[in-house]
């Protein structure tokens, strides 16, 4: 699907509507299948990685579980740092997607359409030259406006700059336990890896689970999804752990390109809550009654869940 790159603009919203159409009666109640996508990259060094590290480890660690391709959402500003642009082109040698994923990460929610607008022309600009770009844009906290005339704002001046909407079907904090993690390295304490591994694979696996759930409630069916990470430390130790996981269940691994081929991938939904993704942004539009977010996706639960766990320890020397 990397040709989708190099159509003329206008033509490439037509012939991804047009796939849609012609793959949906194709299309059955078939669960698994799911894309990996990374957001904020390149994150700077941190207490255990290196920025340049992260990246090494991220490389090899898609390479070891035979992930081809997966896609980097990078912010320009942290290009500027740690070796950032040079580790931006090490993803794309090895064959990674790299899309815009705004300037200086402002929320939409607390920032002026124009000057986000702008922020997403200014990436474009740093971006776009890079090996691997594509015109792929994933709003900073999946915000996408807290009114219509925003929302439709940013939505109509992304069409205008020939970018589709990068979102995301599983949405969890992965954020939140990175900050543990790191909250742990700089208070000293003792980590039991294993014990983190587990909890990572655990608590990314069963939101897949709770997010394919509503969309073959509410679609009929199971998306190809694409799973919300971070280009974080967890990942880089623990992404074949997961994609083992996730293959264990009987799921297959696929590239973003093919993930945004689905049929929601030209469904717009026409509601101002998106901050779970598109499979909960869909459901709230037909008016779906059940829960919307994941359990996990909650500061107290996960402290709560890694104390339970005894992930961290007080060195006692």
């Known amino acids: 699907m990397m040709f989708l790159n190099i159509l003329n603009k206008p033509f490439r919203r037509i012939f991804l509507g047009l796939l849609s159409v012609i793959l949906w009666p194709c299309m059955t109640a078939m669960a698994g299948e799911i894309a990996l996508s990374f957001d904020d990259a390149p994150w ?13 480890a991220m490389i090899k660690s898609l390479k070891d579980a035979d992930v081809s391709q997966v896609v980097f959402f990078c912010c320009s500003d942290r290009t ?13 040698v090895a064959s990674h997607l790299l899309a815009n994923h705004s300037h200086s990460h402002p929320d939409l929610h607390k920032t002026d359409a124009k000057a986000f607008i702008e922020g997403i022309q200014q990436a474009h600009d740093s971006l776009s030259s890079l090996p691997g770009f594509i015109e792929w844009f994933r709003y900073p906290m999946l915000h996408e406006g807290k009114t219509r ?3 439709d704002s940013v939505r109509n001046a992304l069409e205008e700059m020939g970018y589709i909407n990068g979102y995301v079907t599983v949405d969890n904090y992965d954020f939140y336990m990175e900050s543990l993690f790191q909250r742990a390295l700089r208070d000293g304490k003792e980590v039991d890896f294993d014990k983190l591994k587990d909890a990572y694979i655990n608590i990314l696996w069963s939101a897949i689970e709770f997010y394919d759930d509503i969309a073959v409630k509410t679609l009929g069916r199971s998306p190809k999804h694409v799973l919300l990470l971070h280009e974080n430390d967890l990942a880089a130790l623990f992404i074949d752990d997961l994609v083992k996981h996730i ?36 459901a709230r539009e037909k008016g779906y009654d059940g829960d919307y977010r994941h359990p996990t996706e909650s500061v107290e639960y996960l402290d709560k869940y890694f104390e339970e766990l005894e992930v961290f320890k007080a060195d006692e020397k």
């Not at 941190?46 to 090494?56: I, K, L, N």
């Not at 590239?255 to 991938?265: C, G, L, M, N, W």
């Open 44 to 56: 700077g060094g941190s207490e255990y990685f290196t920025g340049m590290e992260r990246t090494e």
């Open 80 to 92: 500027q740092y740690q070796n950032g642009r040079k580790r931006l082109k090490l993803y794309a």
């Open 149 to 151: 005339p925003v929302r």
């Open 247 to 282: 293959r264990g269940q009987g799921w297959e691994i696929i590239s973003p390109a093919e993930a945004y081929t689905d049929p929601i991938a030209t469904h717009i939904p026409d509601v101002l809550e998106n901050g779970q993704g598109r499979v909960a942004a869909i």
